[in-house]
């Protein structure tokens, strides 16, 4: 049996996120099919680190479970970011983890050219969250 995947998802560890991500993962058919990567703010270790404890998760994903696929969420309110009151607007809040994600994108391509980075942002509506890409 093999033993790959086709991604990888570096997602925040929120519990706020938790059903809306599961479902996302099923409608993809990523269940059983994807290393998840739940810290802190997602990329921001990553972007602080480039080498240290996310970029070596995302190593391993890739060397062990051959990964060609990174998946990275983020989203508003992300406490690890100090939540959408340490910002001045949603579109400041939204730009940062734009660029964030663009930083991590960089790191991942300069380490990993073969994998493809994908990235979405998750916004609170209702009790759920939408899910888009960014
Ligand atoms: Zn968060």
Redesign the pocket.
């Known amino acids: 049996m093999g033993h790959t995947c086709s991604a990888a998802l570096l997602k925040?560890m929120?519990f706020r996120l938790t059903g809306d991500t599961c479902r996302w993962l099923e409608e993809k058919g990523l269940v059983n099919d994807c290393d998840i990567i739940s810290v802190?703010?997602a990329a921001k270790d990553l972007v602080e680190n480039p080498e240290g404890y996310v970029f070596s998760l995302i190593k391993l994903s890739v060397e062990l479970h051959h990964v060609t696929r990174l998946i990275i969420m983020h989203?508003l309110d992300?406490?690890?970011y100090g939540g959408s009151a340490a910002f001045e607007s949603l579109a400041e809040e939204r730009e940062m983890h734009r660029k964030e994600i663009q930083r991590a994108r960089e790191i991942i391509r300069g380490n990993f050219p073969a994998v493809v980075v994908e990235s979405y942002f998750l916004s609170p509506e209702g009790k759920r969250w939408t899910i888009e890409t960014m």
């Open positions: 925040c929120d802190a703010g989203h992300c406490g690890a």
